[in-house]
């Protein structure tokens, strides 16, 4: 009885690089679907990002802190210092915009300080310096104020400059006070939102939900770490101009 031989195994037969090609393009079209497929000028294929965060945040006042007009803190002459007045001062204004912690601060409008321009520190990396730029609007009322970013841009090197085509932010930040329960609280909600283009490898060839996702957590991170000490700050100089207000009118 004849043997047979028993013959080595060979390894599988790669497919042809035409077939590779249209596997990675199949995958990057996918990737495109789930990504709502938008394009631009600045490379085939180009997607968008939308990256978004929020945070909350309610602070129980100490008795001696007064928001209302029903409440005031008030001066020997019987002047009211109210948490809206401080917010409509210059000084409430810097306060809100957290001047101490940038570059340049200048109102855009030369009466009042509704819109400003801020600067934020250059940030160096890889040899390359980047200055963030944002035009701010604040509208204070009688019970809320809210501050909205109108535009932002990114100044330094013409590479840099061009980033500015590629990414769009938002931002919201909706302060409210109220007496809850015989006790005074403020309330904070600040909104951020981003949306960037995804055209550079290899994030183009994932699905945008993997650009997406971390986004979202490190600009959440982000909020929760800056609103409560944002608060604390504010409240911080409020008394602060409080007590000037009372000494001036002593």
């Known amino acids: 009885m004849m043997k047979l031989q028993k013959l080595p195994l060979r390894p599988p037969i790669p497919p042809p690089t035409t077939t590779i090609i249209r596997r990675c393009e199949a995958v990057r079209a996918a990737a495109a ?31 001696d802190y007064h928001y209302g007009a029903a409440t005031t803190t008030t001066s020997t002459s019987g002047s009211a210092f109210l948490f809206s007045d401080f917010l409509r ?10 001047s101490r912690a940038l570059q340049s601060f200048e109102p855009l409008d030369s009466n009042t300080y509704s819109s400003c321009r801020c600067t934020l520190h250059r940030i160096q990396f890889l040899k390359i310096e980047v200055a963030p730029v944002m035009d701010l609007r604040v509208t204070p009322t009688t019970e809320d104020c809210t501050v909205e970013m109108l535009s932002c841009r ?97």
Request: charged fraction near 20%.
């Open 33 to 63: 679907d789930e990504g709502g497929g938008s394009s631009s000028g600045t490379g085939t294929g180009s997607r968008r990002a939308n990256l978004c965060a929020q945070r909350k945040e309610r602070i129980k006042l100490p008795p």
């Open 89 to 98: 001062h210059p000084s409430g204004v810097q306060a809100l915009l957290n």
């Open 154 to 250: 990114f100044e330094g090197s013409e590479i840099v400059k061009q980033q500015n085509n590629l990414f769009s932010a938002f931002m919201r930040n909706h302060i409210t006070w109220d007496t809850v329960g015989y006790e005074p609280c403020l309330d904070v909600d600040v909104s951020l939102k981003v949306t960037l283009e995804v055209y550079t490898k290899p994030f183009s060839l994932l699905p945008i939900s993997a650009v997406e996702k971390p986004g979202n957590l490190l600009m959440q991170g982000l909020l929760d770490r800056l609103v409560p000490l944002l608060i604390e700050q504010l409240l911080r100089d409020y008394e602060a101009w409080v007590n000037e207000q009372l000494a001036e009118s002593s």
